[in-house]
């Protein structure tokens, strides 16, 4: 298995642009969470799905943040319109059923919002 | 919500030593404990779980305690070598589907 699939790697936009993540999961794994890291807040749950529908998006800064799941295999997040601060890397994880299971992580995206 | 504590101090050591990363928590008590290891420009990668009920946890060079009386989990690497070098996270979770994560502690292991 080639692991959780994140993309872009990179992504550098002007404030007020709309921005796209793009997420494959571990075929199999019935849960998918969103995270974002910054230095300053570390690493934050933004959102998680179970079996493609979402759970809790408390963490969901506001309504500028988006994320579906139309499918086990696929998922976005969303950032209409961006701004300078939300700017961070932000990580897609999947894990299997089961409490506690290890949740594994994609390599990233690193998002420059100027 | 859970406030997570880990020293944001790079920690420094000796190859060969033991490497000792501490991390705190308030408020409630997490049924699950994980930790996981993070290298620059990669995502976290799992390293050990430990359970309420378990106060230690081993796997090869890594050693986890769990104290529920301290709030505290203590994370051992014995026999540190310079490719221990990474920042260590750990996370607990909150009704077993949601884990909130410490900001990490920097180890730097060196020959």
């Known amino acids: 298995d080639a692991g959780v699939i994140q993309s872009p790697r990179h992504e550098v936009t002007e404030m007020g642009q709309e921005v796209t993540l793009r997420c494959k999961p571990i075929?199999?794994?019935?849960?998918l969470f969103w995270y974002r890291q910054t230095m300053m807040r570390g690493l934050e749950l933004l959102i998680y799905?179970?079996?493609?529908?979402?759970?809790?998006d408390s963490g969901m800064p506001e309504d500028r943040f988006s994320a579906k799941m139309p499918n086990a295999s696929f998922s976005t997040l969303k950032i209409q319109p961006s701004e300078p601060r939300d700017s961070a890397v932000y990580f897609c994880a999947s894990r299997p059923s089961g409490s506690g299971n290890e949740q594994f992580f994609g390599p990233g995206t690193r998002l420059t919002v100027l | 919500s859970q406030k997570i504590e880990q020293n944001s101090e790079a920690l420094n050591i000796q190859e060969g030593k033991t490497a000792t990363l501490t991390c705190n928590y308030t408020n409630y008590s997490p049924a699950y404990l994980q930790w996981y290891r993070q290298d620059p420009g990669r995502g976290p990668v799992f390293l050990l779980l430990?359970?309420?009920?378990?106060k230690e946890k081993r796997k090869e060079r890594l050693k986890v305690t769990f104290d529920t009386t301290l709030k505290q989990s203590l994370f051992h690497i014995t026999a540190s070598q310079p490719a221990d070098s990474a920042t260590y996270l750990c996370?607990?979770?909150?009704?077993?589907?949601?884990?909130?994560f410490g900001s990490g502690t920097k180890l730097n292991v060196k020959p």
């Open positions: 075929s199999g794994h019935d849960y």
């Open positions: 430990i359970r309420e009920n378990e």
């Open positions: 799905f179970n079996n493609n529908v979402p759970i809790d």
């Open positions: 996370a607990l979770d909150h009704n077993f589907n949601k884990f909130y």
